[in-house]
């Protein structure tokens, strides 16, 4: 493991990274809550490539005392890179690194699972925002913790409000504009990010969608098949 300080609107962002093999630059963009270890259990692995995992600010050991947005986390992976003279040939994102990863333009893009489309929110869940906002000036911190989506429980506030920035962002522009290759993995059972708006993001891109048994991380269960599409997919650019 290795450690890069990237300089950022006139912050330090210690950026913790792991790099690895040889030949063409691919990254490795990990979702929300969790961490480069989970990317390289999958495809660490993975022959023929120089593989590059990288914590994001405020997980795993990159940490992050600012409030960001998905733009700021794609400006500041855009410098690190730069830095470490990594070269944006391949990127693979899952779920909210699937934004990143897209804003970054990539020559291949992939993406598992990706975040960016808003989906209706249970009536469950919409009564429970409710019931927040109606209790909130009697509880301040204390009640947040005891309605919080567990994507954000426990965090710091500083984190907390960067979920808020990019929990609800309808991304359909940001991927309609995205006008290179291609190629989306996708878990059956996900219910994080669902089927549903994997086949929209596929055809908002042109991109060919792979439907494959599992849940949110369905890609754990399948990196051989993943790596080897890639790789075809890299070979026609």
Do not use: C
């Amino acid at each position: 493991m290795a450690l890069r300080k990237v300089v950022y609107k006139g912050e330090e962002f210690p950026i913790s990274y792991e790099m690895m093999g040889e030949g063409p630059d691919i990254i490795f963009l990990h979702g929300w809550g969790s961490n480069k270890e989970v990317m390289k259990s999958a495809f660490g692995k993975m022959d023929g490539f120089r593989k590059l995992f990288i914590d994001m600010p405020g997980f795993g050991k990159s940490p992050n005392d600012a409030v960001l947005t998905t733009q700021d986390y794609a400006n500041i992976i855009d410098r690190f890179l730069e830095d470490i003279k990594v070269s944006k040939e391949i990127i693979v994102g899952h779920s909210f690194g699937g934004k990143v990863a897209t804003l970054l333009q990539p020559k291949l893009l992939v993406l598992l699972s990706s975040a960016g489309i808003v989906e209706k929110k249970p009536l469950s869940v919409r009564m429970k925002i409710a019931l927040f906002k109606l209790l909130k000036p009697f509880g301040g911190a204390k009640i947040r913790e005891l309605f919080v989506s567990k994507d954000a429980k426990g965090v710091s506030q500083n984190m907390y409000e960067t979920f808020k920035n990019v929990v609800d962002e309808d991304f359909r522009p940001v991927f309609e504009r995205y006008d290179k290759e291609a190629i989306l993995f996708w878990g059956k059972e996900d219910r994080a990010t669902s089927l549903k708006s994997g086949k929209e993001i596929a055809k908002l891109l042109g991109a060919k969608l792979y439907e494959l048994d599992g849940d949110h991380y369905f890609f754990l269960r399948h990196p051989k098949f993943i790596e080897r599409t890639i790789k075809e997919s890299y070979e026609k650019l």
